[in-house]
């Protein structure tokens, strides 16, 4: 079995991983630097099946991942009205749990064939879905998914990215596929399961792994759409064009072949990163963020084409902020004040709107020191430094989470 791990994780990430690869028809996996424990399946890992595919792997927010484009206008040309700027992009997009759009956006994925999926499980199923799908498109939700703008030092260039998935009708379409693939109805409320549930497969070729696999295609045409319209209302914003591009997923199940053989690799937390494919790799608001692009070499294709996909926690939301009463909204415990955050995304020079302690730098490895065990993989293209970063309020619970 190809396996291969980067960087220094902790004893139950590592103990996840070995978990998933002793799990079905596995054919290899890679566990990147910025890995830590998730559900299932480690963030940051990837697992490579052969014929299988795993809705607990590809997580809760289906196609979550980033759009980043260099803008047509320098950043000197608007730092002096950076903070209007960013209180109209919070002001236009919508952040936040089970927010609908302020404006309907059609979009001719609503009419892809797929949509017929939901309506074999069940009519009411796919209306109640696809109404939630049409709401929420071009909204931002909330966790760790952003919009930012940023600087290349080096010459002076605005850059545009967002962070986010297929929002709810995801993390619906997934709690569904994990109900049936169970023996639970679609619709069911799920039993709590742990972390440490083993992954659950679908044979590719079977009606339910064909309806998941067609499934999660529309909700990352869902998410791709959703990252085109926010990025589009920016740039709006801006009075800007886009002159370059870079779009993933990084929680997702491909069809690629490797070692002359067709495989499903799952990755969650992860960004593909292809011989020349090109990545946004996003660090903490105090952080820089880069454009990358895949190396054409054996350490590489070891690697599964795989490559972090951001900076990687190392203290969870709750040790950060606190335990939240959610009857009082008020959060006691955290290792995190929130003028140490204010502190230090001042003194990096980002203006902030929204966003809460467990989303400040302080709990996120340097990316830089990821991006290092990763040099014999990838190149970095641009080093980008956050001036603006909008985020959904602090005390916003987000189950769409990645």
Not at 36 to 49: A, L, M
Not at 118 to 130: A, V
Not at 328 to 339: A, D, H, L, N
């Amino acid at each position: 079995m190809q396996k291969f791990i980067f960087g220094n994780h902790e004893e139950n990430t590592l103990r996840q991983f070995d978990n998933c690869l002793k799990t079905g028809n596995v054919i290899g996996g890679v566990l990147c630097a910025d890995g830590h424990y998730g559900y299932s399946q480690p963030v940051g890992g990837v697992v490579v099946y052969d014929g299988q595919i795993s809705p607990s792997g590809v997580g809760y927010d289906i196609a979550c991942g980033n759009k980043a484009v260099r803008t047509n206008i320098q950043y000197d040309d608007i730092k002096n009205i950076l903070p209007s700027i960013m209180d109209e992009i919070a002001g236009k997009i919508s952040f936040g749990i089970g927010r609908k759009n302020k404006t309907r956006v059609d979009h001719e994925l609503f009419d892809d064939p797929d949509w017929n999926v939901y309506r074999e499980i069940g009519q009411q199923e796919h209306d109640r879905l696809k109404k939630l799908a049409i709401d929420q498109l071009g909204t931002v939700g909330a966790g760790n998914h952003f919009v930012d703008l940023f600087v290349e030092e080096k010459t002076g260039d605005l850059w545009i990215a967002n962070h986010f998935g297929s929002r709810g009708f995801g993390h619906q379409t997934a709690s569904g596929f994990l109900n049936l693939a169970n023996n639970r109805e679609f619709s069911d409320r799920a039993p709590g399961e742990s972390m440490e549930q083993a992954p659950t497969l679908m044979d590719l070729d079977s009606e339910l792994g064909d309806m998941y696999y067609r499934a999660m295609t529309l909700a990352g045409k869902y998410a791709y759409a959703g990252r085109d319209y926010v990025m589009d209302e920016v740039l709006k914003i801006l009075r800007a064009e886009a002159l370059f591009t870079v779009h993933n997923h990084h929680n997702y199940a491909w069809k690629e072949t490797h070692n002359g053989k067709e495989t499903i690799v799952v990755r969650k937390g992860a960004t593909p990163s292809a011989p020349g494919q090109l990545g946004f790799i996003g660090g903490s608001m105090g952080d820089i963020s880069v454009i990358v692009r895949g190396k054409d070499n054996a350490e590489n294709e070891q690697a599964f084409y795989s490559t972090v996909h951001g900076a990687g926690r190392i203290m969870s939301r709750t040790q950060a902020a606190g335990r939240m009463n959610w009857k009082k909204r008020t959060r006691s415990g955290g290792k995190i004040s929130r003028q140490m955050m204010d502190d230090a995304v001042k003194e990096f020079g980002v203006i902030l709107r929204g966003g809460g302690t467990d989303e400040s730098p302080f709990v996120y490895r340097k990316l830089q020191t990821v991006l290092d065990a990763h040099k014999e993989t990838i190149d970095v293209l641009h080093v980008l430094k956050p001036v603006g970063v909008c985020m959904a309020g602090a005390n916003e619970f987000d189950p769409y989470k990645d």
